[in-house]
Antibody
Framework: EVQLVESGGGLVKPGGSLRLSCAASGFAFSSHRMNWVRQAPGKGLESVSSIDTFSSYIHYADSVKGRFTISRDNAKNSLYLQMDSLRVEDTAVYYC??????????????WGQGTLVTVSS | DIQMTQSPSTLSASLGDRVTITCRASQSISSWLAWYQQKPGKAPKLLIYKASTLESGVPSRFSGSGSGTEFTLTISSLQPDDFATYYCQQYNTYSPAFGQGTKVEIK
């Protein structure tokens, strides 16, 4: 069974840092591109960052570029998001999502349950 | 970056109604479009990919169509489990983008 379990969320002051983790199991983690997607309270979905299978290609949303760093450890079946210089507007549920293997491009077919990040003084 | 625009933002419908949601891309994305369903407090669930391919296990009352810049999601006969928010997503780049969502409410 495919499982994605996020951890590391919590309450942090503006300007602070957090590191989110996503533990993957039940599939060949190293074969899949991975994404972080967030959802602010009462708002829609926003793609935050994506990483390909061997970390060769990484993309960030303009809203987090220069502040967030995505990484993965294929040996540990884990995805990470280092979030620095956090802002109030970064408050959201952060989801880890797996891209499928449905062709040259695939949507996210499995998602974690999400971890809440709250940035507040 | 490609922008995705959904309409309507909210849709009120009754059980058994046929419901259609539209999604427009700011530039052609061929058929690299997915539809997700999200219920409160839950992660999104993939319904359709490649514009019209139903994900395994998704009821056949859901269907998708379109290519290029115009896409639709249709629910042929609305069921109680379908009241949720629906998102389109283009995924043909390394910067996948979502529409703003359409909330389907009970009329």
């Amino acid at each position: 069974e495919v499982q994605l379990v996020e951890s590391g969320g919590g309450l942090v002051k503006p300007g602070g840092s957090l590191r989110l983790s996503c533990a993957a199991s039940g599939f060949a983690f190293s074969s899949h591109r991975m994404n972080w997607v967030r959802q602010a309270p009462g708002k829609g979905l926003e793609s935050v960052s994506s990483i390909d299978t061997f970390s060769s290609y990484i993309h960030y949303a303009d809203s987090v570029k220069g502040r967030f760093t995505i990484s993965r450890d294929n040996a540990k079946n884990s995805l990470y998001l280092q979030m620095d210089s956090l802002r109030v507007e970064d408050t959201a549920v952060y989801y880890c999502a797996r891209e499928g293997l449905l062709g040259p491009w695939s949507p996210s077919d499995y998602w974690g349950q999400g971890t809440l990040v709250t940035v507040s003084s | 970056d490609i922008q995705m625009t959904q309409s309507p933002s909210t849709l009120s419908a009754s059980l058994g109604d046929r419901v259609t949601i539209t999604c427009r891309a700011s530039q052609s994305i061929s058929s690299w479009l997915a539809w997700y369903q999200q219920k409160p407090g839950k992660a999104p669930k993939l319904l359709i990919y490649k514009a019209s391919t139903l994900e395994s296990g998704v009821p056949s009352r859901f269907s998708g169509s379109g290519s290029g810049t115009e896409f639709t999601l249709t629910i042929s006969s609305l069921q109680p489990d379908d009241f949720a928010t629906y998102y389109c997503q283009q995924y043909n780049t390394y910067s996948p983008a979502f529409g703003q969502g359409t909330k389907v409410e009970i009329k």
